[in-house]
């Protein structure tokens, strides 16, 4: 079994910077990929970013070149640096570690971006 905890949403100007970590309760460096997804208000959830237990990472194009995943074994943690934060990234944001063939998610964090 997995736990997740995410944190570092807020508010923040559109052009501004937040970086969210998402805790795990166990080891990460068995789980494969690890993923940060968002869902705004009368959305569907997508997901913003996946990065593999071997560091490789892959984005939605509407975040790349924007946005940064990586991981931090050691700490059981897998960070997501948000640059140049637009209005349309707001949103809650959730971690999901997928994990012996069941998928865990957080409890997500709100990030709002104004205009």
């Known amino acids: 079994q997995v736990q997740l905890v995410e944190s570092g949403g807020g508010l923040v100007q559109a052009g501004g910077s937040l970086r969210l970590s998402c805790a795990a309760s166990?080891?990460?460096?068995?789980?494969?990929?690890m993923r940060w997804y968002r869902q705004a208000p009368g959305k569907l959830r997508e997901v913003v970013a996946a990065?593999?237990?071997?560091?490789?990472?892959n984005y939605a194009d509407s975040v790349l070149g924007r946005f940064g995943i990586s991981r931090d074994n050691a700490k059981n943690t897998v960070y997501l640096q948000m640059n140049s934060l637009k209005p349309e990234d707001t949103a809650v944001y959730y971690c999901?570690?997928?994990?012996?063939?069941?998928?865990?998610w957080g409890q997500g964090t709100q990030v709002t971006v104004s205009s």
């Open positions: 166990r080891s990460i460096s068995s789980i494969n990929a």
């Open positions: 999901n570690a997928y994990f012996r063939l069941i998928n865990y």
């Open positions: 990065i593999t237990s071997g560091g490789s990472s």
